[in-house]
């Protein structure tokens, strides 16, 4: 009995399934013959230079070693990686000594203020009895040469004082711009001296590229010139900040500074740097996006009559920004496909939008 059964159910299957798959086949069919949404852009003519790539370094305008300007047993130091503002306390050391002279530093101005006071107020009187023939002249010279003395060493006194105070104030070492804790070089406990490196302090805010150009190169850069920059991968715009108009007698190199966006990348990143090495001449050019790398070659692929796709191999050249010069089957006005081309083979029909 259960043999019989299992026969008679088993050819069901077959018959469902290929029922499911002539009822599932014409949408496939359709499915597969709907085009591809791609983005397509146009190609054209345009002034391009041909560039050179150049190694640069992405690098703080503000990154010092903070040094200490008075002597003393180091209390406290900011951590790596605290943030501070300008005019922040970054380290402190021990005022106790510094306290104290300035203490006897008053004490002393105070003194010599009072008898500078008195030897005034003597001085003036032997000034009058001089006066009246009271006195010798040589009594009232000495009373006044006393009290010009006395001035002078006040002055002393209390340029001493000022100089206590000063290392009293300079205890507290403060951050002369705004920036981020980068390193520690001393710790709590040690002895700092005069000149001795506390922190290194950089402002992760302002930073630019620095790049080592040419002379031959850097006449075809001014200052406001955007230049394509590669970061990490990252293709960004950065404008020529400044070139340093002093070349390196062995490399026959100058520096050039590229002004950056803090977003496009850290004190340290690696950068390679585009800069014009030729006048700028005629060029066709498509955005970069439209390239397709492969191990054989690079493509493009081109939307042509009834959009229909034609891959078609190029040889880049200059770049300007996101365009890349081009050469290969390809003219201005051309469309090429800029996103969606991953998936697209040699021949297939497409939906092009045209991008923004």
Same mark, same amino acid.
């Given at each position: 009995?259960?043999?019989?059964?299992?026969?008679?159910?088993?050819?069901?299957?077959?018959?469902?399934?290929?029922?499911?798959?002539?009822?599932?086949?014409?949408?496939?069919?359709?499915?597969?013959?709907?085009?591809?949404?791609?983005?397509?852009?146009?190609?054209?003519?345009?002034?391009m230079a041909?560039?050179?790539?150049?190694?640069?370094?992405?690098?703080?305008?503000?990154?010092?070693?903070?040094?200490?300007?008075?002597?003393?047993?180091?209390?406290?130091?900011?951590k790596v990686?605290?943030?501070?503002?300008?005019?922040?306390?970054?380290?402190?050391?021990?005022?106790?000594?510094?306290?104290?002279?300035?203490?006897?530093?008053?004490?002393?101005?105070?003194?010599?203020?009072?008898?500078?006071?008195?030897?005034?107020?003597?001085?003036?009187?032997?000034?009058?009895?001089?006066?009246?023939?009271?006195?010798?002249?040589?009594?009232?010279?000495?009373?006044?040469?006393?009290?010009?003395?006395?001035?002078?060493?006040?002055?002393?006194?209390?340029?001493?004082?000022?100089?206590?105070?000063?290392?009293?104030?300079?205890?507290?070492?403060?951050?002369?711009?705004?920036?981020?804790?980068?390193?520690?070089?001393?710790?709590?406990?040690?002895?700092?001296?005069?000149?001795?490196?506390?922190?290194?302090?950089?402002?992760?805010?302002?930073?630019?590229?620095?790049?080592?150009?040419?002379?031959?190169?850097?006449?075809?850069?001014?200052?406001?010139?955007?230049?394509?920059?590669?970061?990490?991968?990252?293709?960004?715009?950065?404008?020529?900040?400044?070139?340093?108009?002093?070349?390196?007698?062995?490399?026959?190199? &100058? *520096?050039?500074?590229?002004?950056?966006? =803090?977003? /496009?990348?850290? +004190?340290?990143?690696? %950068?390679?740097? !585009?800069?014009?090495?030729?006048?700028?001449?005629?060029?066709?050019?498509?955005?970069?996006?439209?390239?397709?790398?492969?191990?054989?070659?690079?493509?493009?692929?081109?939307?042509?009559?009834?959009?229909?796709?034609?891959?078609?191999a190029v040889?880049?050249?200059?770049?300007?920004?996101?365009? &890349? *010069?081009?050469?290969?089957?390809?003219? =201005?006005? /051309?469309?090429? +496909?800029?996103?969606? %081309?991953?998936? !697209?083979?040699?021949?297939?029909?497409?939906?092009?939008?045209?991008?923004?």
């Amino acid at each position: 009995m259960t043999m019989q059964r299992s026969f008679g159910v088993r050819p069901i299957f077959p018959i469902l399934a290929g029922a499911m798959f002539a009822i599932c086949l014409p949408a496939l069919a359709q499915h597969a013959s709907q085009p591809s949404p791609v983005t397509v852009a146009i190609a054209k003519t345009v002034r391009m230079a041909p560039t050179i790539a150049l190694p640069g370094t992405v690098v703080a305008q503000d990154d010092s070693h903070i040094a200490a300007q008075v002597e003393g047993s180091v209390v406290w130091v900011a951590k790596v990686g605290d943030i501070v503002n300008q005019n922040d306390v970054i380290a402190r050391l021990d005022k106790n000594l510094q306290q104290m002279q300035y203490a006897s530093d008053t004490a002393n101005v105070d003194r010599l203020a009072a008898t500078l006071r008195y030897d005034q107020a003597q001085a003036g009187r032997m000034q009058r009895l001089a006066k009246s023939n009271a006195i010798a002249t040589s009594t009232r010279d000495e009373a006044l040469s006393t009290r010009d003395a006395d001035k002078a060493q006040l002055a002393q006194a209390e340029s001493d004082r000022s100089k206590t105070k000063y290392a009293l104030d300079h205890s507290d070492i403060r951050a002369p711009f705004p920036g981020r804790v980068a390193a520690r070089l001393i710790n709590p406990g040690e002895y700092a001296t005069v000149g001795k490196d506390i922190v290194r302090l950089v402002n992760i805010s302002d930073v630019e590229i620095s790049a080592p150009a040419p002379i031959s190169a850097a006449r075809y850069l001014r200052e406001g010139t955007p230049i394509t920059v590669d970061i990490d991968g990252k293709f960004v715009i950065a404008k020529v900040r400044a070139v340093v108009p002093v070349g390196d007698a062995n490399s026959h190199t &100058v *520096e050039i500074r590229l002004a950056i966006s =803090s977003a /496009d990348g850290i +004190v340290g990143d690696v %950068a390679q740097v !585009l800069i014009p090495s030729a006048p700028p001449r005629n060029a066709l050019a498509i955005p970069r996006d439209a390239l397709v790398l492969r191990e054989d070659n690079t493509y493009v692929f081109k939307v042509g009559a009834k959009n229909v796709v034609q891959r078609v191999a190029v040889e880049t050249g200059s770049e300007d920004g996101q365009l &890349v *010069e081009v050469s290969g089957d390809l003219v =201005s006005g /051309d469309r090429v +496909v800029v996103r969606g %081309a991953e998936r !697209l083979e040699d021949g297939q029909e497409v939906r092009p939008t045209t991008g923004s």
